[in-house]
């Protein structure tokens, strides 16, 4: 069992910034891709980046340039580093993980998700 916590999310003025973390806890597993999705109400969860163990990255065309991810794998950990926000970025932040656990099973696990809010 593996449980994903988020942190960073809150208010900010567009043309701000924010740093989102979201961290894995469990025992015996290792983390194999980690990424960030959100979602507005009525519209579809959409990928916004993610990170792979071996360090690829990939960004949803809206945020190049903006937002960057990172992770530290050893700590079972990926940022989002948010900057240049928009009023269109606001939305709930999901971290996702695919999951490697030692024994070889693989899980992808959701987190409960970060609420970001760009307004004046």
């Known amino acids: 069992h593996v449980q994903l916590v988020e942190s960073g999310g809150g208010l900010v003025q567009p043309g701000g910034s924010l740093k989102l973390s979201c961290a894995a806890s469990?025992?015996?597993?290792?983390?194999?891709?980690m990424g960030w999705y959100r979602q507005v109400p009525g519209k579809q969860r959409e990928l916004v980046a993610y990170i792979t163990r071996g360090g690829t990255t990939h960004y949803a065309d809206s945020v190049k340039g903006r937002f960057t991810i990172s992770s530290e794998y050893a700590e079972n950990t990926v940022h989002l580093q948010m900057n240049s926000l928009r009023p269109a970025d606001a939305a709930v932040y999901y971290c996702?993980?695919?999951?490697?656990?030692?024994?070889?099973?693989?899980?992808?696990?959701w987190g409960q998700g970060t609420k970001v809010t760009v307004s004046s």
């Open positions: 469990g025992s015996k597993f290792s983390i194999d891709y």
């Open positions: 996702n993980a695919l999951v490697v656990f030692d024994l070889g099973a693989r899980q992808d696990y």
